[in-house]
């Protein structure tokens, strides 16, 4: 008797389990009453990867009305209203839109090179549209830009028609510091009046969140600045990031007091405390690492050839321009890294440790987003599945790298009941990509449909190989 029970509660868990991977969740079982003639786009067959449940379903129906998924369901049991226009994803695998949680539209990839191609406002309008385009085309429907002057602002309509939904927060507040020069990314206060008064200017000029930098060339806010920045933020609804690049757990410390709602880059993870880790997962914080950035520029110029820097897709859709500049980016880089190799540093190494802290910050409860500093130097925009890649090679199941570039991006954004997941009510963002990204996720570079709040967005190849 006792051992019967011991049993089927130790079956529980793997009964749950199974059932979550195989069926629909309860929503997607709800009888569809409602007019059919709503449903304008119905996606079949395949497998769904839907952001939550740890195993894809195979031969999903998803009802799109409108602008919103309707109905998740199985074929066979899910009724396919006679006027939807029916794409057929057999054979392919169906995500969530990805969302890049950590990009700069204004940047090419070329770090003060990019200035060559956006020194004008006609040249740098046109270098966002066209950042903005390749995102959408490699499946991102949503991006983060984290720091831009107000032309990004400025363009949000004409950004989110060409390319992802735009969460942006222009300019960044930074302490003000005598010596260093004005620019027109960052915003300067000194004392918690003036914080506050920033707060609310970049809250007038359209902002979505408020993001501050912490960094070693600037003096660090005191933590009644700082707690005044996220009060005022957090009045308006908007959510504060900070940037640190200080990889010492008293910035981290500042950044907990004061009560921000994300911590971008590395310098989280190096926290020597781990008890930080623990406060992090209890003010449910989301750290965006921004790692392949690491692997971007001290790795692959070393071990990759000039031809192979740049992958297909992306390589036939940058201007040929872009792609010399970004070769001779990758010189400067290569030279860098052999005088860091000569004395002694080994960038897989670091690597590697930072997905050694990463590991335990996930073990502690942390929430990771996906960005690799999206326009950064080496990391043009069209190519945000490296980051996945990277994650996935560093030993991190492929279908929670898949959750962290989706659900956990949407979580990153405060966005999480509108975006990140394929659910019944969510907005319909949503790709479909070539090969199985669980077996394989360089699968992932191989997007072949973009749907973005219900619009479908062909992608196309110009590099496929015929049959
Ligand atoms: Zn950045």
Redesign the pocket.
């Known amino acids: 008797m006792a051992g019967t029970m011991r049993m089927r509660i130790q079956m529980l868990p793997i009964l749950g389990l199974l059932l979550l991977g195989t069926l629909p969740g309860p929503n997607a079982l709800r009888a569809n009453d409602d007019a059919d003639a709503e449903v304008t786009l119905a996606l079949v067959g395949g497998w769904l990867i839907d952001g939550n449940t740890p195993l894809p379903f195979e031969n999903p129906v998803i009802l799109i009305a409108g602008e919103r998924i309707k109905t998740v369901g199985r074929l066979g049991r899910v009724r396919i209203p006679p006027g939807a226009n029916v794409i057929d994803a057999q054979g392919r695998f169906i995500l969530p839109g990805l969302i890049d949680a950590?990009?700069?539209l204004e940047g090419l990839g070329l770090g003060e090179r990019d200035a060559d191609f956006t020194d004008t406002p006609e040249k740098l309008r046109h270098a966002i549209l066209q950042n903005a385009r390749l995102n959408l085309l490699s499946g991102v429907t949503s991006l983060r830009d984290?720091?831009s002057s107000e032309l990004v602002l400025k363009l949000r309509d004409q950004i989110e028609a060409e390319g992802p939904r735009l969460f942006a927060a222009g300019p960044q507040l930074v302490k003000r510091e005598a010596t260093a020069s004005a620019s027109p990314l960052f915003l300067e206060f000194d004392g918690v009046k003036e914080a506050r008064r920033k707060v609310r200017e970049q809250i007038a000029k359209g902002i979505d969140f408020v993001k501050v930098r912490l960094t070693r060339q600037r003096p660090l806010p005191t933590l009644e600045e700082l707690s005044a920045i996220v009060s005022e933020a957090h009045r308006a609804g908007l959510r504060v990031a900070v940037?640190i690049d200080v990889p010492y757990d008293e910035a981290v410390r500042l950044a907990l007091m004061a009560g921000v709602d994300t911590i971008?880059?590395m310098a989280p993870l190096r926290a020597h405390d781990d008890r930080l880790f623990l406060e992090m997962a209890r003010h449910n914080i989301v750290v965006v690492p921004?790692l392949y950035q690491l692997q971007a520029q001290r790795v692959n110029p070393m071990e990759k050839n000039d031809e192979e820097l740049i992958e297909p897709p992306l390589q036939t859709r940058l201007p040929p321009e872009i792609r010399h500049a970004l070769t001779q980016r990758a010189a400067l880089w290569r030279r860098l890294a052999l005088e860091w190799r000569a004395r002694g540093y080994d960038p897989k190494r670091a690597l590697r440790e930072a997905f050694r802290t990463l590991t335990r910050a996930r073990l502690l409860g942390v929430k990771i987003a996906l960005?690799p500093?999206t326009?950064?130097d080496l990391v043009p925009h069209g190519q945000f599945y490296k980051e996945l890649v990277l994650y996935a090679n560093m030993g991190i199941p492929p279908i929670e790298v898949i959750q962290m570039a989706t659900r956990m991006g949407a979580e990153a954004l405060g966005r999480e009941k509108e975006l990140g997941t394929i659910e019944p009510g969510k907005l319909a963002d949503i790709i479909l990509v070539e090969g199985d990204p669980l077996l394989d996720p360089e699968a992932l570079r191989n997007v072949v449909l973009v749907i973005k709040g219900g619009q479908v967005i062909e992608v196309p190849r110009p590099e496929a190989k015929s049959r």
């Open positions: 950590h990009a700069h984290c720091g940037h971008e880059h921004t960005g500093d326009g950064s």
